[in-house]
């Protein structure tokens, strides 16, 4: 099979498309995708540049989120057959299956049941693929660790991004009001069709100013850093009393936390990739699950996807270079079986 594979952490010159064996299936939970296309994500630029999560990763194919149709099951599997369309985020951090490096940026890959969900019927498979892991750390952030309900001030940090716009939405669809931060005419006018109530322009507003002007001095309810270090502490001064504060990086260590116990802030960290990390079956099944809820809000037309570019399975290397240059609105996707087949 066709795979981007890394023999090492370094630059995107170490991105290779080399033909590897294609995987079977060992055990019973295991099932057997046929690849369509391939979410790219930060963490994968991340992993590339500086070290797989597992031991003796490489070489090792990255790419986390995946979309496609399953070709066989393990023994045990009931609720997949082959010809199903699945969508789901597992793989590329390093994980190893009979030897194999475990990744979406690949023709096959072998996926624990309890990942997979069925592909919403209204997506694409490249749309599907550039969904899973954004939808699940934005709902896991709002709601699994913010407790996000209806009526709540809601801030999201760089609302045009790929988790961010869609937190915008799911914010917005639970009945919360939301503001956001763009840099530019173009994104603000992004994130105002995603239905953001407050647009602040980071380059030229001090945003714990403007949220409290937005707040009426009260500060926001939920406040969804996914840039992390001086955008997360300057956040601090903006947040209500009693209320959550969560972030996908890691929390600074000038962080003033005496200012957040005097408020009463619940300070939260989100890493969808726990279950993937430590083999936590019923986290799998949560996700799985999660999936499958916006699956039927995307299906409804509550819900969308925005990619911002879409590119063949041998050029990740320029899919690793926009990421890395930070101007991306949305996601960017791989049609690991060719555009023209997967849209």
């Not at 809601?154 to 939301?178: E, T």
């Not at 994130?191 to 945003?207: P, Q, S």
């Not at 799998?284 to 699956?295: D, M, R, S, V």
Request: with cysteine; charged share 20%; aromatic share 6%.
């Amino acid at each position: 099979m066709r795979a981007m594979s890394i023999d090492q952490e370094g630059g995107v010159e170490v991105l290779a498309l080399k033909n590897l064996d294609k995987p079977s299936i060992s055990e019973p939970n295991q099932v057997l995708v046929q690849i369509f296309a391939a979410g790219i994500n930060p963490i994968d630029t991340k992993l590339r540049a500086n070290s797989m999560f597992f031991p003796d990763a490489y070489p090792a194919v990255l790419g986390c989120d995946g979309a496609g149709v399953v070709e066989a099951v393990g023994s045990d599997v009931t609720e997949f057959s082959a010809g199903d369309p699945v969508y789901y985020c597992y793989g590329g951090l390093g994980q190893q299956h009979a030897g194999q490096s475990q990744g979406n940026y690949a023709e096959y890959i072998i996926v624990p049941a309890e990942f997979l969900a069925a592909k919403p019927e209204s997506l694409g498979y490249l749309q599907a693929a550039a969904s899973p892991l954004v939808l699940l750390t934005a709902w896991e952030a709002l709601f699994d660790r913010a407790g996000l309900q209806s009526g709540q001030k809601v801030f999201v940090h760089a609302g045009a991004g790929g988790v961010g716009h869609v937190a915008i939405q799911l914010a917005k669809i639970a009945g919360c009001d939301v503001a956001t931060t763009a840099s530019s005419a173009e994104k603000a006018a992004f994130v105002r069709e995603l239905g953001a109530d407050k647009v602040i322009d980071y380059t030229k507003e001090d945003v714990a100013e403007a949220l409290l002007a937005w707040t009426d001095g009260k500060g926001v309810n939920i406040a969804f850093d996914t840039v992390g270090g001086e955008a997360f502490t300057q956040l601090i001064p903006a947040m209500a009393h009693y209320s959550d504060l969560v972030s996908i990086l890691q929390v600074p260590d000038d962080v003033d936390w005496k200012a957040l116990r005097m408020k009463n802030v619940r300070v939260s960290q989100e890493l969808m990739l726990t279950p993937m990390l430590s083999d936590l079956k019923e986290g799998a099944a949560h996700h799985a699950a999660i999936l499958e809820q916006c699956g039927q809000l995307i299906d409804n037309e509550q819900l969308r996807i925005h990619i911002g570019k879409t590119l063949p399975l041998e050029d990740a290397a320029q899919a690793h270079q926009l990421i890395e240059e930070g101007h991306m609105q949305g996601k960017i996707v791989l049609a690991v079986a060719g555009e023209e087949e997967v849209s």
